[in-house]
T-cell receptor, first 114, second 113 residues
């Protein structure tokens, strides 16, 4: 079965520094991978997705993600963190017989300190 | 453009009372629809998904049920709530094809007392 894992419960970074939120995947066939962000008491917002092609995917709010097939990783990155980036981040992968179900990692809380 | 509406935003219900949460999608047809539950502000558990009217797949055995009476309407129900049903419930939709991203509603915070 397809799955993703987020090894870090929390990531702390200073404003202005680069940030990385890690995600590893286990899929059969071509991977489709997604990142979402959740602010407190809100629904999830789609950030970006990897389908095929360039290993560096650009998304919303200045975020990007790097797909690495050899390391089975899809890490979320941003060159310069903002305090407003503090939120809960999820990576996700479609699964199921027809790949209609989106399964999420356990989430990583990002705290950006001023 | 497509929008998803989920209500109510918050709900406090006594143990043993019924539940009905509603979700509707606008601006698309034949979407895939999903109900997720998020406990303690962390992981998301897929509860139900639907690929068409009247077609409901349940992911985990539980005290809840789902129905899809119309193409763009998805309802989460319970006949008798348990304390363990408390949580943050999220409705989502995706285009009716494989391997696509889903788009979420704003969620319902349910507290069972």
């Amino acid at each position: 079965a397809q799955s993703v894992a987020q090894p870090e419960d929390q990531v702390n970074v200073a404003e202005g520094n680069p940030l990385t939120v890690k995600c590893t995947y286990s899929v059969s066939g071509n991977p489709y991978l997604f990142w979402y962000v959740q602010y407190p008491n809100r629904g999830l917002q789609f950030l970006l997705k990897y389908i095929t092609g360039d290993n560096l995917v650009k998304g919303s709010y200045g975020f990007e993600a790097e797909f690495n097939k050899s390391q089975t990783s899809f890490h979320l990155k941003k060159p310069s963190a903002l305090v407003s980036d503090s939120a809960l981040y999820f990576c996700a992968v479609p699964t199921g017989d027809s790949s209609y179900k989106l399964i999420f990692g356990s989430g990583t809380r990002l705290l950006v300190r001023p | 453009s497509q929008t998803i509406h989920q209500w109510p935003a918050t709900l406090v219900q006594p143990v043993g009372s019924p539940l009905s949460l509603e979700c509707t999608v606008e601006g698309t047809s034949n979407p895939n629809l999903y109900w997720y539950r998020q406990a303690a502000g962390r992981g998301l558990q897929l509860l139900f998904y639907s690929v068409g009217i009247g077609q409901i797949s349940s992911e985990v055995p539980q005290n809840l049920s789902a129905s899809r009476p119309q193409d763009r309407q998805f309802i989460l129900s319970s006949k008798k709530l348990l304390l363990s049903d408390s949580g943050f419930y999220l409705c989502a939709w995706s285009p009716g094809r494989m391997n696509t991203e889903a788009f979420f509603g704003q969620g319902t915070r349910l507290t069972v007392v």
